[in-house]
């Protein structure tokens, strides 16, 4: 299955594949595509496809839950099991509301930063981090469609310390080892004026939820 | 909304333009240009109640309502804010010297663990230019913050603000409480953030869940309004 370019996932997400549809469909959020087909090829998942909203609902969660809902009840018939790779992402607990209602299941935790870092670690760091600005890998190379443009600070920089004057850093939260990128994230804490922090994450929870979905 | 601005001159325009004009200003962020709006109306003699409600609040309203119907957006409507806090700040201490009407008192903040703000900053302000007396708690507010700020305000509402689905259970621990302690029924609790929804301020607890600023101003109002009738049939 092809990947399709950063700005392509954010704005249109991706279709599932219309050819030899296999036995489990995920359905998840665009800014983890990459690292849901790493997992699938890396496993040898033919059986499984994926499609995905798109990413930028990342910034519209109450387009979330109703997206899923028109997914799911569009490929319902084609596949066996769906399984939803969103966590609650923002939706305030409809999201999980609507997977126990549609019978799908999702992956638990708050939102990716922290099923990539763990759902476990992170709660456990949450409390002593409450002003750090969380960046995937996915979130660097999409800075500017996620955070700079949709915040203004392309046309009213001097509204940077209005929404990041709490924060203190910005933690890099990197899914792969990936020199140019951890640059290019120190860039973006530069540019909202916090101190830079790089954690190696992986795919943290996200591996074993797909495992289960994709092995069971 | 115009695009003109640097041709016009504020205080050679009649009253009745210089305010859609300031309703403009106020659409636009321009701060200095709403100042001055301001400056120029009590120099004409206006109350100052008046200006802020027919200049900045009816302004802010059209900012409110074009935010809830997808015209403008975040960014816009904190330049707009930020224009009428320039305005407030002016009119601020002559509303309190001419005895302005007082809608009620609040107590609000940004529940523990969370240090966001925007939200209930906006808040905050619309609800002083609505005529309550607001005490803001600032971000990550343990229960105990909202419980003495409230007792000591003798505030009528407590209003708590979370943006993330992780900080947002911390309302029903404050509503809990404010159970326990048997003080409940004192308050009017407000509860906002882009991750609640109605559903989840009713099974907290809260009386109300506000999706924006100004249903948090409307909210409020209804309530008071409500507790002066039992008051006043009690």
Known sequence: MRTPDDTTLTDSGLAAPQDGPGKVLIIGCGAIAREILAVKSANGWDHVDLTCLPAIYHNHPEKITPGIEAA???????????????????????????????GVEM???????????????????????????YLTDFLVRQFDAFVWRPLGL???????????????????????????????????????????????????DLTSALTRVSEA | MSDDEDDIILSELETDELVLQMHDDLYDGLKEE???????????????????????????????????????????????????????????????????????????????GDIHDIGKNLVSMMMEGAGFEVVD??????????????????????????????????????????????????????????????????AIGADAYCRDAAVAVETAKDFIARKHNQMAAG
């Not at chain 1, 020199?179 to 954690?199: T, V």
């Not at chain 2, 309203?61 to 074009?66: A, E, F, K, S």
């Not at chain 2, 979370?162 to 404010?178: G, N």
Request: proline share 4%; glycine share 10%.
């Open chain 1, 72 to 102: 799911v009840a569009e490929h319902r018939a084609t596949y066996e099991r769906i399984f939803v790779a969103y966590a609650d992402c923002g939706t305030g607990g409809m999201l999980e509301q609507a997977c126990e209602r549609l």
């Open chain 2, 34 to 112: 709403i100042e001055e709006g301001v400056n120029i109306l009590l120099e004409r003699g206006w109350e100052p109640y008046k200006v802020l409600t027919e200049a900045l609040v009816a302004g802010m309203t059209i900012v409110g309502n074009d935010f809830r119907d997808g015209i403008l957006f975040v960014p816009e409507v904190l330049l707009a804010a930020n224009a009428m806090k320039g305005g407030m700040a002016i009119l601020k201490p002559l509303l309190a010297e001419t005895g302005a009407p007082r809608m009620g008192k609040m107590v609000i903040g940004t529940v523990k």
């Open chain 2, 137 to 202: 708690l600032g971000i990550n507010n343990p229960v105990e913050n909202y419980l003495e700020a409230a007792a000591r305000e003798e505030a009528d509402i407590v209003g708590m603000s979370a943006l993330l689905t992780t900080t947002m259970p911390y309302m029903k621990v404050v509503i809990d409480t404010m159970v326990e302690q048997g003080i409940r029924d004192d308050y009017i609790v407000l509860v906002g953030g882009a991750p609640l929804n109605e559903e989840f301020g009713r």
């Open chain 1, 154 to 204: 392309d046309r009213y920089p001097e509204l940077r310390d209005t929404y990041f004057a709490h924060y203190t850093k910005l933690v890099h939260q990197a899914q792969t080892d990936d020199p140019g990128l951890a640059k290019e994230a120190k860039e973006c804490a530069e540019r909202l004026g916090l101190a830079y922090e790089r954690r190696l994450t992986g795919y943290g």
């Open chain 1, 107 to 133: 992956i638990a935790g708050p939102h990716c930063y922290s099923f990539f870092e763990g759902n476990a670690a992170f709660a456990e760091r949450a409390k002593d981090e409450i002003t750090a600005f």
